[in-house]
């Protein structure tokens, strides 16, 4: 998510049904493409970026 923090509804919801949320992604809705596959860390708070051509980036959140 790109705004927000550990008190928000997504991460509350995540946190529930024990799911990874990375919250606080500067750019998250510019950098993730439909298709795009996923890695999360959701206790490093970093995003995995993987894509066809093998193109790799590594996003964080800045904050755990």
């Known amino acids: 998510?790109?705004?927000?923090?550990?008190?928000?509804?997504?991460?509350?919801?995540a946190r529930e049904y024990g799911i990874?949320?990375?919250?606080?992604?500067?750019?998250?809705?510019k950098l993730v493409k439909d298709g795009d596959l996923l890695?999360?860390?959701?206790?490093?708070?970093t995003v995995q970026i993987i894509r066809d051509d093998c193109d790799m980036n590594v996003v964080?959140?800045?904050?755990k």
């Open 1 to 13: 998510m790109e705004i927000g923090g550990p008190m928000q509804h997504g991460a509350i919801i």
């Open 20 to 29: 990874p949320c990375v919250s606080g992604i500067d750019n998250a809705t």
């Open 39 to 45: 890695e999360l860390d959701g206790s490093a708070g």
């Open 60 to 63: 964080s959140s800045g904050s």
